[in-house]
């Protein structure tokens, strides 16, 4: 079992910056792979960006360039530094970890980010 809890979600202006934080409990996290996800209001959740336990990352196509995600396997926890931020960023994100690329196995419980000027 793996409990994940974000934070670092807030509001933010246009071009500004935010870094997220996934902290997972439980042992054996550096095998997970880890991914954000994110869910507007009145839309489907969406991948954001995982990365594999061998640190391969793969972004959605509207955040390369803007946002970055990380892993330190000796804090357990999972970062998203966002740049360049968008109001289309606005969302709930949520972390994820699973047992594969293609697996999404656990789920924390959210964090709003919010860009609007």
């Known amino acids: 079992q793996v409990q994940l809890v974000e934070s670092g979600g807030g509001l933010a202006q246009p071009g500004g910056s935010l870094r997220l934080s996934c902290a997972a409990s439980?042992?054996?996290?550096?095998?997970?792979?880890m991914g954000w996800n994110r869910q507007a209001p009145g839309k489907q959740r969406e991948l954001v960006a995982r990365?594999?336990?061998?640190?391969?990352?793969n972004y959605a196509d509207s955040v390369k360039g803007r946002f970055t995600i990380s892993r330190d396997n000796v804090k357990n926890t999972v970062y998203l530094q966002m740049n360049s931020l968008e109001p289309e960023d606005t969302a709930v994100y949520y972390c994820?970890?699973?047992?594969?690329?293609?697996?999404?196995?656990?789920w924390g419980q959210g964090t709003q980010v919010t860009v609007s000027s």
């Open positions: 994820d970890a699973g047992a594969s690329m293609f697996r999404y196995d656990y």
């Open positions: 990365i594999a336990s061998n640190g391969d990352t």
């Open positions: 439980g042992s054996r996290f550096s095998i997970y792979a």
